[in-house]
């Protein structure tokens, strides 16, 4: 099974509740590709254990929204 983020700050964030939905059914990935806020999702996630606890921090932590920042202090 492989989990396949992909880009854009709004999708970055969407990714964080459909990560908690997959892990509480007890789907967890065996390989994780992402491009763009699904990369820094996908490398946040990868480094952690594979739990819904996991999805709940990234969204704390608005790790999914630098993508976000980002593009609008470049404007």
Same mark, same amino acid.
């Given at each position: 099974?492989a989990?396949v983020?992909s880009?854009? %700050?709004?999708?970055? %964030?969407?990714?964080?509740?459909m990560?908690?939905?997959l ?7 065996d390989?994780?590709v992402?491009t763009?806020?699904g990369a ?5 996630? %990868?480094?952690?254990p594979q %739990?819904?606890g996991?999805?709940d921090?990234l969204?704390e932590?608005g790790?999914s929204?630098?993508a ?5 202090s470049?404007?």
């Open positions: 099974m989990f983020l880009g854009g %700050a709004s999708l970055g %964030a969407i990714q964080v509740g990560l908690r939905t892990y509480e059914r007890g789907i967890r990935p390989l994780i992402g763009s806020a820094l999702n996908g490398a946040y996630i %990868a480094s952690r %739990a819904s996991t999805a921090t969204r932590s790790a929204c630098v976000a920042r980002c593009s609008r470049t404007r």
